[in-house]
């Protein structure tokens, strides 16, 4: 088994070592194995948990959502109808911020052309150029 430290971890997940340990103390991780001196060992389980977690953080998941969450996963099988409802409810409201990002991007794009630009042309600061 592959084992991180920390810091590794912290590198492959973009969070902050300090966001990993506050999720570790809130209850958003299993517990994390620990070497002989002390030091945080986290698995390939361990990484993939927390891609899972990062990933509903950045669709906007509340921490007390992702807690709930991580609750029902250890409470096992039985669970998965309450899971499925979660899940199934985040992913309407990441829709929702989609479709309001489109309108967004719509409007932005239709600003951009009023001043003779294209929508994907990207304009740097004369200094730049």
């Known amino acids: 088994?592959?084992?991180?430290?920390?810091?590794?971890?912290?590198?492959?997940?973009?969070?902050?070592?300090?966001?990993?340990?506050?999720?570790?103390?809130?209850?958003l991780l299993d517990e994390i194995e620990r070497s002989t001196d002390g030091r945080r060992r986290f698995g390939d389980r361990d990484l993939d948990w927390l891609d899972l977690l990062?990933?509903?953080?950045a669709t906007g998941m509340p921490v007390a959502q992702m807690q709930?969450?991580?609750?029902?996963?250890?409470?096992?099988?039985?669970?998965?109808?309450e899971r499925l409802r979660l899940?199934?409810?985040?992913?309407?409201?990441?829709?929702?911020?989609?479709?309001?990002q489109r309108e967004c991007l719509a409007l932005l794009d239709y600003k951009i052309m009023t001043y003779g630009g294209t929508p994907r042309e990207r304009h740097r600061p004369k200094e730049d150029q």
């Open 54 to 57: 990062v990933k509903l953080r």
């Open 1 to 27: 088994m592959t084992e991180y430290t920390i810091r590794q971890v912290a590198d492959k997940t973009g969070l902050s070592m300090h966001t990993i340990r506050w999720y570790e103390r809130i209850g």
């Open 68 to 81: 709930r969450y991580t609750e029902l996963v250890r409470a096992g099988a039985a669970t998965e109808p």
């Open 87 to 100: 899940l199934a409810a985040h992913r309407e409201r990441v829709l929702a911020d989609l479709a309001t």
